[in-house]
């Protein structure tokens, strides 16, 4: 799909891959962007956006992914302003790390990992995202039933994309039970909405991106990524937000492409 005179969501997009994309959509003409996310630094991402392209292009809601009144709000407003949403990425994501069971060597007890902090990973990395993803695609579908058009056919053009953000931790991490378990959900997620949602026109697809230089791989710290990341990626470098901003446009922009991309920098888990 042609990313030219497009809206676009993009949650999660204080900064990182987020703010990254936001940028590269822009150079390649998007006509708005809707900026998401839960702190109120994104007003701050928005500004510097716009200021950046020269141009009114971001504009920033702030608010919690996970509530459904707050995603109908966003898909309401940005559509009411510039036409309907034809690109989703929904990037928002947390981490809660820690071992499935751990041993108290205290008591001598074995603790199990909270259930409340597995659901609360689940609602905001599996369940949100598929969500935002959703209300694209049935905004779409109802836009052309009221035109009308029922079943999409190959000589229109493609109605929209939704990008799921996946991990290379999808194939299982230790230490990551909540957050390794969402992200191959969001895999199942996005072969299933492949197929369901090309009946309206919009394509899905998954990307899973390697160790990139966020905040959330930040907070690791440098000994971390020094001895545990750096030594099993072929780069030998963490992977910048331009460079999987750049694959999420690769994935929007070719229609021939669906199913997942793997955007890891060559990370091959240690034994």
Sequence with gaps: MNIQDKVAVITGAAGGIGRALALDLGKRGARAIALVDRTECVASTAAAVNEHVGWPLATPFQGDVTEAAFRRRVFDTISAHYGLVSICVPAAGITRDDLAIRIDRTTGEAEIYSEEIFRLVVDVNLIAPVYWVLEMVARIAQARYRQGLKRWVASEEVQGVGILIGSVSSTGNKG?????????????????????????????????????????????????IARNILPYTQLGRLIRPEEIADAICFLIGNSAVSGELWADAGWHAPA
């Design 176 to 224: 990551q039970i909540s957050y390794a378990t969402t992200k191959a959900g969001l895999e199942g997620a996005a072969a299933t909405l492949m197929k369901e949602a090309i009946f309206h026109g919009v394509r899905c697809a998954v990307i899973h991106p390697g160790y990139t230089n966020t905040p959330m791989v930040q907070a690791l710290g440098d000994e971390f």
